[in-house]
C-alpha cells in the first residue's frame, strides 16, 4: 500500500498551489485521509484531514485559504491560495485504512511547497 503525493512546487506570497495524493495497492476501505506538513524548526503538524461520508476539518491557520477535497475513495487533493511564507515546509500525505487482513496508518514521501515573499 502507498501514498503518491504531488503537485508542490515554488510560489510567491499570495498564490495558489494544488497539492494531490492518490493511494495504491490492496484496500479494502480508507476511513480517513489528510493532509499534514512540517514547517523549518516545527513538528510536523495537521492541515486539513476528512473522514469518510463527514466534512472536512482545518487547522486554524489555513482556513479559508485551503480547501481539501476527497476526489475519489482513494484520493484527495488539497486546493491552496493566498499562501504566505509560513505556510512553507514538506506537505504529507495521510491515511488510515484498512487492508483485507488488517488496518494502518500509511504516510506518503511528501512533497514540498515553498512559499516566497
Known amino acids: 500500500v502507498q501514498l503518491q503525493a504531488s503537485g508542490g512546487g515554488l510560489v510567491q506570497a499570495g498564490g495558489s498551489l494544488r497539492l494531490s495524493c492518490a493511494a495504491s495497492?490492496?484496500?479494502?476501505?480508507?476511513?480517513?485521509m489528510g493532509w499534514y506538513r512540517q514547517s523549518p524548526g516545527k513538528e510536523r503538524e495537521l492541515v486539513a484531514d476528512?473522514?469518510?461520508?463527514?466534512?472536512p476539518t482545518y487547522a486554524e491557520s489555513v482556513k479559508g485559504r485551503f480547501i481539501f477535497s476527497r476526489d475519489s475513495a482513494r484520493s484527495t487533493t488539497l486546493q491552496m491560495s493566498n499562501l504566505k511564507t509560513e505556510d512553507t515546509g514538506i506537505y504529507y500525505c495521510n491515511a488510515d485504512l484498512w487492508t483485507t487482513a488488517d488496518s494502518n496508518t500509511v504516510w506518503g514521501q511528501g512533497t514540498l511547497v515553498t512559499v516566497s515573499s
Open positions: 495497492g490492496s484496500i479494502f476501505s480508507i476511513d480517513r
Open positions: 476528512m473522514f469518510s461520508g463527514a466534512s
